[in-house]
């Protein structure tokens, strides 16, 4: 029973988003004037209003069929790339420059250009086993069918805002610049799947959809907050590995001058040149380096929670890594449970440090972003 509701939830998604694309507003009312006149129409000893229905389901298939058209004259002739940012935040404007141009011999007139994403319907154990917030205080009824969790797990896999842009028209050999924007839902991976060229036909029913491979990625970092001047508690301390890390593996030691030689002291630090010059032993004497060092957990071994309150959390860790300043101290951060997800690793301890030698902020926000999500995280700040 669950495979075919399962089934039957893809079918509808499928028709939905097929007639989303293709219908121009006075389509869509085309179609919902075709509908009543049909309902309306169910006797036709009693009412003559299916001859509305005739007509105007006779009109939207002349339009499809005038619509496929323009995929065969410009599907081929089209080319397009974009200029696509490195990173996103979750629930900020995302904009990016896209060029089409034209190497058919027609004039392209009153066409659109929009992103297309990759498929979001999840699949059959993902929708079985992803619970939609709040869907415990559903009725049966919805929890058994579980069209809500479907329509939810579409949703925060597509960014909003998704808007269509208007190309001016486009001769043979132009080339023409637009922007193009959404704004990400949530943090994470965003799979696009290339550009979609539409054009209405003449009767503007029905959109001409000429589809572009241009596949892409791109990353959502957290939402982050604007927080406070931190005061870090804790002290210096000894870090092995500290600033040579970045250039050797070994113990953190700098160079700080010569001085005469001392029993005791191991011959791998004669300086044989000065040796040589003063004819006593001479050797190099280091300075070790100290950094301060603090740990940022993310508590992932809960197996109960909201979905807003790890996103908060997720946001909340992203905030102190954006804003604490590792130019001399190191930052651990830490994911603790077994849901550390596949930023983690397997279960137990992920780590990440950042700072001297070590991986930037970004690269942190880039492990926050696809930190795993379906569990409960308590974030803390320690020495």
């Known amino acids: 029973m669950k495979r075919f509701i399962y089934r039957a939830l893809r079918m509808v998604s499928a028709l939905d988003h097929w ?6 507003p006075a389509g869509w009312l085309a179609l919902g004037a075709a509908g009543a006149a049909a309902a309306a129409g169910l006797d036709t000893n009693q009412t003559v209003t299916y001859r509305a229905f005739t007509f105007l ?6 339009s499809y069929l005038a619509s496929l058209l323009f995929r065969i004259f410009f599907h081929a002739r089209l080319e397009a790339s974009r200029a696509l940012p490195r990173y996103a935040t979750a629930g900020e404007h995302c904009s990016y420059r896209v060029v089409v141009a034209n190497r ?10 929009q992103e297309r994403f990759r498929d979001p319907r999840p699949s059959y154990e993902v929708w079985k086993r992803t619970r939609e917030p709040g869907e415990e205080r559903r009725n049966w009824w919805d929890r058994r069918v579980g069209y809500f969790r479907w329509r939810w797990q579409i949703e925060r896999r597509v960014p909003r805002d998704a808007a269509r842009g208007e190309l001016a028209p486009l001769g043979p050999g132009e080339r023409q610049e637009l922007e193009l924007s959404f704004t990400p839902r949530r943090r994470g991976r965003i799979e696009l799947a290339g550009l979609t060229i539409g054009r209405a036909d003449p009767l503007g029913l029905v959109r001409g959809l000429a589809r572009l491979p241009l596949p892409a990625r791109l990353i ?47 011959l791998q630090r004669v300086h044989w040149k000065s040796f040589a010059r003063t004819g006593k032993p ?26 807003a309150a790890f996103e908060d959390a997720v946001a909340l860790a992203a ?50 972003a696809a930190v795993a999500d379906h569990q409960l995280a308590v974030v803390e700040a320690v020495d």
């Open 19 to 24: 007639l989303r694309e293709r219908l121009t």
């Open 57 to 62: 389901a006779a009109l939207l298939a002349i």
């Open 104 to 113: 058919g011999a027609r004039r392209l007139t009153a066409a659109t250009v």
């Open 220 to 266: 959502a970092l957290p939402r982050r907050y604007r927080l406070p001047a931190i005061t870090l508690p804790g002290r210096r301390k000894f870090q092995p590995g500290g600033m040579s890390l970045a250039a050797s593996v070994g113990d953190s030691e700098e160079f700080l001058a010569l001085r005469d030689y001392r029993p005791g002291d191991p």
């Open 282 to 307: 001479v050797v190099k004497e280091y300075q070790d380096e100290f950094f301060e060092r603090h740990a940022l957990v993310l508590d992932t071994g809960s197996l109960a929670g909201e979905d």
């Open 319 to 368: 905030s102190f890594v954006y804003t604490i300043d590792t130019h001399d101290c190191l930052l651990d951060l830490l994911f603790v449970g077994p849901g550390a997800g596949e930023a983690a690793g397997p279960p137990g301890i992920g780590a990440y440090t950042a700072g001297r030698g070590q991986l930037q902020a970004q690269n942190m926000l880039e492990v926050l």
